[in-house]
C-alpha cells in the first residue's frame, strides 16, 4: 500500500492493514486454507501482532465480516437519495450494490460465501447484514406502493416477501458477476431490475425495463 | 416408522431410516451439534451400524445432502409438463419446490443452509444441485422467450442471469416462509410469480399475476 510502516503508526492503521490482508487471503483461499502467517506477511506485520490486536483467527474472521458489511451498506445507503422516487432510489441502490461487489470481490465472497460456510457464528453475522438490507428494502417497496397506488398498499407480509426475493436475487447475481467473464456490474444491475421491476411476463413480450431520468 | 425392526430388515431400507434420523437431527440442531448417539437412537439402530453402513459422521451429512438434494429435484421436474405454456411449467415447478421445501424443512434447511456453513466439500454438493436447477430454468426461460416472442430471442447470458436470479429468490423465499408463522407454500409461490413474471412496476399499479389455467 505504499505506506512507512513505522512503530509510530497508530493502531486503527495497523488494524485496518491486517483487515485488508486477512479479507484479500481468506477472500481467495478461504477461511479454512488461510494462514495467519501469510495474513501477517501480507499486512507487513509479525503474526504475535495480528494476535495482539485481532486475538485469534476466528476473531479475526469476524472483524473481517463486520467490516465488509459496514461498507457495503455504506455504499448502497450512500447512493439513494430518499427525496427521489421510489424506483429511482432502487435502481441508484442496485447499482451501487453491484458496484461495489464488483470493486471488492474479495470483501463480497468473504462476506456472502466465506461467512456463510464456515459455521453458524459467522453466518449469523452475514444475516445482521441482511435484515438491515431487507428493512431498507421493504421501506423502498412500500414506499414504492404508495407512490403509484395510494388507494391500496400492498400488505406489509406481502411487501416482506418482495423484499426478501429481491435480496435473494441480488445476491446470486453479485456471486454470479463476479464468476462470470463479461458479465459487469451495469450488466447485473440492470439483469436484477429487469427480473425484479419489468418481470419476465414483461421481458417475454419484449418490454424491457428502462432506466428513470437521472435526477 | 411403526416397522419391524429384524435383522433380516433389507441393507437400503436401513440406510433410509439412517438418513431421516440424520435429516431430521442436522435439520433441528445443526451439523456442528448432531450426535451420531442420537441420529442411531432416532434410526433405532446401534452406532456402530451406522459407522458400519455411512462410515463416518462426514460421509452421512454428504448422503443427507445428495438424497435431499436428488428428492427435490425429482419433486420439481415431476411437476412440470414440457409439453404446457412456459408460464404454466414455471408456475408448477415453483409450486412443487415451494409444497416440498415446506414439507421437508428439515430436508431443505440440510440442504441451503447447512450444507452451505459448514466448509466448501459439503457447499460443493449443494451447489451441483443448484446448478442443475439453473440448467433446468435457463431451458424454461430461454423457450418462453421464443413462444412470446419468436423474431427476439432474450441473448444467453441475459437468460443465465435472469435464471441465477430467479433460483436466488426462490431459495431465499423457501427459508422465509420454512421461519415466518403464516407464510405458506401457496403463499410463498404467489409471491415468487408476482415479482418475478409480473415484477415490482406492475405490482405497484395494483397489477398482480394471475395463474395461467390449470392444464
Not at 432502487?90 to 470481490?105: C, R
Amino acid at each position: 500500500m505504499g505506506a512507512v510502516k513505522s512503530k509510530r503508526m497508530p493502531r486503527a492503521e495497523r488494524e485496518r492493514q491486517m483487515l485488508d490482508a486477512a479479507v484479500e487471503i481468506i477472500g481467495r483461499h478461504g477461511y479454512t486454507a488461510a494462514s495467519m502467517d501469510d495474513i501477517a506477511e501480507l499486512a507487513g506485520v509479525s503474526k504475535p501482532l495480528v494476535y495482539l490486536y485481532l486475538n485469534s483467527k476466528d476473531d479475526l474472521f469476524t472483524a473481517c465480516i463486520r467490516r465488509e458489511a459496514a461498507a457495503l451498506t455504506r455504499a448502497v445507503r450512500a447512493a439513494v437519495r430518499p427525496d427521489l422516487p421510489a424506483e429511482r432510489q432502487l435502481w441508484d441502490g442496485v447499482q451501487a450494490f453491484f458496484t461495489y461487489t464488483a470493486e471488492h470481490p474479495d470483501g463480497w465472497t468473504v462476506l456472502h460465501l466465506q461467512a456463510r460456510t464456515h459455521g453458524p457464528k459467522f453466518a449469523a453475522e452475514a444475516d445482521a447484514m441482511r435484515a438491515e438490507m431487507a428493512a431498507f428494502v421493504t421501506r423502498l417497496i412500500a414506499s414504492a406502493a404508495r407512490e403509484s397506488h395510494p388507494a391500496c398498499d400492498l400488505p406489509a407480509h406481502e411487501v416482506a416477501g418482495l423484499a426478501t426475493a429481491l435480496i435473494g436475487s441480488a445476491e446470486t447475481l453479485a456471486d454470479w458477476a463476479n464468476t462470470t467473464d463479461g458479465v459487469t456490474a451495469a450488466h447485473a444491475a440492470t439483469t436484477l431490475m429487469n427480473f425484479a421491476w419489468s418481470g419476465l411476463g414483461n421481458l417475454m413480450t419484449g418490454n424491457h425495463w428502462t432506466a428513470p431520468d437521472p435526477a
